[in-house]
């Protein structure tokens, strides 16, 4: 009766947001026991409706040989960044049914802008606000697939008590529908870690040194848990392990919420109506802080955001000081 109630549950939603129709209404009834343990909104668990369409999205790219990893992933941006103890919370999920896996870890959501125009800033606890557009810095939920890898040089950090070159390694993914635009947008998945540069200092010998021999130097922050400007990010842990399953062996990710949702449940708080009986889902905490979620579609905010850009006065190039 549960796997009957999770696959009408699958279906109701997918009338209402369009995606995955087919695919994600016959999903419910063969989730296997082991995993169905792990189905639920409760810390740990991912909810139905969440798994029907990754398991879906993931059955559908396997059947098209666009993927033969033995996981795939989902991650619920309805949920808090922390959970009631402080911990970072957890939304990401890391499924490996052929080795009845299923681990539930902490992952970043996009943390939005405040323009004059427009303001679609999240908070540091719970996203309200999701878009495509371009320099939104917002995260969008559907489907994706894991592409290639690259590294890229970030600064000198102090590690063991010795200056050393740090390194953050970015992966792609590939978008379809409203994600089309994810390389554009420069979306992908990273560990949740930057050098906030402080100063330079001399050392010509750096393959990074600029032409007057300085390479940059600061701190390593770590905002694990946190927001980020619109990409999935993990915690470095966590990290080195998805970027070693999907090196070379490309998988699916699915993102929730998708556009459709977010309406759906935005016109269902409007009309006061209960969000269980009309099928859909939102993390009760967050809801109850936000309000109400809203989706910026991106042909209403990309003219806003491109305004903003054309109006910034052009500033002089910063030279970081020298370091003491």
Same mark, same amino acid.
């Given at each position: 009766?549960?796997?009957?109630?999770?696959?009408?549950?699958?279906?109701?939603?997918?009338? !209402?947001?369009?995606? !995955?129709?087919?695919?994600?209404?016959?999903?419910?009834?063969?989730? $296997?026991? /082991?995993?169905?343990?792990?189905?639920?909104? +409760?810390?740990?668990?991912?909810?139905?409706?969440?798994?029907?369409?990754?398991?879906?999205?993931?059955?559908?790219? !396997?059947?098209?040989?666009?993927?033969?990893?033995?996981?795939?992933?989902?991650? #619920?941006?309805?949920?808090?960044?922390?959970?009631? +103890?402080? &911990?970072?919370?957890?939304?990401?999920?890391?499924?490996?049914?052929?080795?009845?896996?299923?681990?539930?870890?902490?992952?970043?959501?996009?943390?939005?802008?405040?323009?004059?125009?427009?303001? @679609?800033?999240?908070?540091?606890?719970?996203?309200?606000?999701?878009?495509?557009?371009?320099?939104?810095?917002?995260?969008?939920?559907?489907?994706?697939?894991?592409?290639?890898?690259?590294?890229?040089?970030? +600064?000198?950090?102090?590690?063991?008590?010795? &200056?050393?070159? @740090?390194?953050?390694?970015?992966?792609?993914? #590939?978008?379809?529908?409203?994600?089309?635009?994810?390389?554009?947008?420069?979306?992908?998945?990273?560990?949740?870690? @930057?050098?906030? /540069?402080?100063? &330079?200092?001399?050392?010509?010998?750096?393959?990074?040194? #600029?032409?007057?021999?300085?390479?940059?130097?600061?701190?390593?922050?770590?905002?694990?848990?946190?927001?980020?400007?619109?990409?999935?990010?993990?915690?470095?842990?966590?990290?080195?392990?998805?970027?070693?399953?999907?090196?070379?062996? $490309?998988?699916?990710?699915?993102?929730?919420?998708?556009?459709?949702?977010?309406?759906?449940?935005?016109?269902?708080?409007?009309?006061?109506?209960?969000?269980?009986?009309?099928?859909?889902?939102?993390?009760?905490?967050?809801?109850?802080?936000?309000?109400?979620?809203?989706?910026? $579609?991106?042909?209403?905010?990309?003219?806003?955001?491109?305004?903003?850009?054309?109006?910034?006065?052009?500033?002089?190039?910063?030279?970081?000081?020298?370091?003491?």
């Amino acid at each position: 009766m549960k796997s009957l109630r999770l696959a009408a549950a699958a279906m109701i939603i997918g009338a !209402l947001t369009g995606s !995955l129709p087919t695919l994600a209404s016959s999903q419910g009834a063969d989730i $296997p026991a /082991w995993l169905q343990q792990h189905v639920g909104t +409760g810390d740990g668990q991912i909810a139905p409706v969440i798994l029907q369409r990754a398991r879906a999205l993931y059955q559908q790219k !396997l059947r098209q040989g666009v993927v033969s990893n033995p996981c795939y992933l989902a991650k #619920d941006a309805t949920r808090p960044s922390t959970d009631p +103890g402080g &911990r970072p919370g957890r939304r990401f999920f890391i499924i490996c049914e052929s080795r009845k896996s299923f681990r539930a870890v902490s992952s970043g959501y996009g943390n939005g802008r405040k323009l004059r125009r427009a303001d @679609f800033s999240n908070d540091r606890q719970c996203a309200k606000n999701f878009s495509n557009a371009e320099g939104s810095k917002l995260t969008m939920g559907g489907s994706y697939v894991t592409a290639e890898t690259r590294t890229s040089f970030k +600064g000198y950090v102090r590690q063991s008590g010795k &200056r050393r070159p @740090f390194h953050r390694t970015f992966l792609l993914f #590939d978008g379809e529908g409203e994600t089309e635009n994810a390389r554009e947008r420069a979306i992908g998945g990273h560990p949740a870690v @930057f050098v906030k /540069w402080q100063c &330079r200092y001399k050392n010509p010998q750096s393959a990074y040194a #600029d032409k007057d021999g300085y390479v940059p130097y600061g701190e390593l922050v770590n905002y694990t848990g946190g927001r980020s400007n619109g990409c999935t990010t993990w915690s470095p842990s966590v990290s080195e392990e998805i970027l070693a399953l999907v090196e070379g062996n $490309p998988t699916t990710l699915y993102i929730y919420p998708e556009s459709g949702d977010i309406d759906a449940v935005a016109n269902a708080v409007k009309k006061g109506g209960s969000l269980s009986r009309a099928g859909l889902y939102w993390n009760a905490a967050c809801l109850k802080a936000i309000g109400a979620p809203k989706f910026w $579609p991106k042909n209403t905010l990309q003219p806003i955001i491109n305004d903003w850009r054309r109006s910034l006065p052009k500033q002089p190039q910063r030279e970081l000081p020298i370091c003491k």
